[in-house]
């Protein structure tokens, strides 16, 4: 079985990496035309989309999945419309590709810059949420890459009715529908040998819980982009304006719970804790939000639980906040540096220095001052729309839009000129 199924992917591989070239060449007008065509053809196709994803979701219910993955598999009238748009949104932004930026003439004469071009072929795997089919084959069509989609087996209907409408929005463009490949094959192992594929995989996106990506960044042999959690934290400083903090810290946490830049640690100056915790708990404990902390926080809040070690580095997704009042910003410095993720973190302060040494230090994706950590969001940065966010610290770190699926090469344009050095 893993022997055919290694000579499938590979045919599905050597396929996309044709098409890559073809992807890189291709004009914006033409990309432009297979995205929108593609968001017309959703539309029309709207109730064949409604019964595979019906199937789908009974095949889910009769396996006794939750009602919360129930959710995340099913498609509405209104989602196929989100999926529609976001791929006429992807049309409308800038192409990346083949910009030229920094172009130097240099003593000899040659002139020195870079290229923007795209990553090659992406592969992309993904659980139960359909939508990330359409979402991650439009960036990649923009951006020039040829992509290898692998949805969760529970939206295989869904998705293979999705890659039909993409297919066909490629075609009226005069594109190859290699650009866009959703794999076939449901089996799992077709994973583990996706993500081994140096010769025709350039990089790999994983979209999931934790344990999906820890899977595949242990198994895979070409770079992966990825975060593994969301361990976000909020520090409020002695000096602040405590309106804008409360409204900032309630809206981190209580905006949506179940996102990777929801706030899940809090952390509280002691010279402030007295006058902000009450009223803060306050805000969250009328939203339901489960309060642990530390001994000075118990002490200021009624109702809070002890926090556990591990709390501080457990991404809840829920309404669930961890709290810990500290002495200072080296304090606070040192516990983000201990337990957190390095996904996204904020400092709610008047203090310059202070909003300062917090962004030069604090060693995240995204590090903010007075906002809300629900900011890191490839939309909310002006990115139009992301892959993902990447903690990785080489190519695309924080949220990875179109840019991000591309890179830079050094280009010269010479009149003539000889080395004689």
Not at 216 to 241: E, F, Q
Not at 300 to 315: F, K, V
Request: glycine share 8%; with cysteine; aromatic share 4%.
């Amino acid at each position: 079985m893993t022997s055919a199924l290694s000579t499938q992917l590979d045919a599905l591989g050597q396929r996309a990496r044709q098409a890559a070239r073809l992807g890189a060449r291709a004009s914006t007008a033409a990309k432009n035309q297979a995205l929108r065509a593609a968001a017309r053809i959703l539309r029309r196709d709207q109730e064949n989309l409604l019964t595979a994803n019906a199937q789908d979701v009974a095949h889910a219910r009769a396996h006794g999945q939750e009602a919360a993955f129930i959710e995340r598999l099913t498609l509405t009238p209104k989602s196929i419309e989100a999926m529609a748009s976001g791929l006429e949104q992807i049309a409308d932004l800038p192409d990346p590709v083949g910009a030229i930026n920094g172009l130097t003439r240099r003593p000899s004469g040659i002139e020195v810059g870079q290229m923007r071009v795209p990553l090659g072929v992406i592969a992309i795997i993904y659980e139960s949420r359909p939508n990330v089919t359409a979402d991650a084959a439009g960036l990649c069509l923009k951006s020039g890459n040829a992509c290898l989609l692998r949805g969760g087996s529970e939206a295989h209907h869904s998705n293979q009715t999705i890659a039909r409408a993409l297919h066909e929005g490629l075609e009226s463009a005069q594109l190859p529908t290699d650009l866009i490949q959703v794999l076939p094959m449901t089996d799992r192992a077709a994973v583990d040998i996706l993500v081994t594929l140096t010769q025709w995989v350039d990089v790999v996106v994983p979209r999931g819980g934790k344990g999906l990506i820890q899977r595949i960044s242990a198994l895979a042999r070409v770079p992966v982009l990825k975060h593994l959690h969301g361990v976000c934290h909020t520090y409020i400083d002695a000096d602040v304006d405590i309106p804008m903090a409360l409204r900032v810290a309630d809206n981190a946490k209580t905006q949506r719970y179940g996102t990777c830049n929801t706030m899940e640690t809090l952390l509280v100056h002691q010279d402030i804790a007295s006058s902000i915790l009450p009223p803060l708990a306050a805000l969250y404990q009328a939203k339901g939000v489960e309060l642990r902390g530390d001994e000075a926080t118990c002490s200021l809040i009624p109702g809070a639980i002890p926090a556990t070690e591990e709390d501080w580095s457990t991404e809840y997704l829920a309404p669930i906040l961890s709290i810990r009042v500290v002495p200072d910003l080296d304090a606070a410095l040192d516990h983000i540096a201990r337990y957190g993720s390095q996904h996204t973190d904020a400092i709610l302060t008047h203090h310059w220095e202070h909003a300062q040494r917090f962004l030069r230090e604090v060693d995240s994706s995204s590090v903010m001052v007075n906002a809300s950590t629900r900011f890191a969001d490839g939309f909310e940065y002006g990115l139009g729309a992301e892959i993902g966010i990447s903690t990785d610290k080489l190519h695309a770190r924080g949220p990875v839009g179109l840019e991000g699926l591309t890179s830079q090469k050094y280009i010269v344009l010479g009149h003539g000129e000889t080395r004689t050095g």
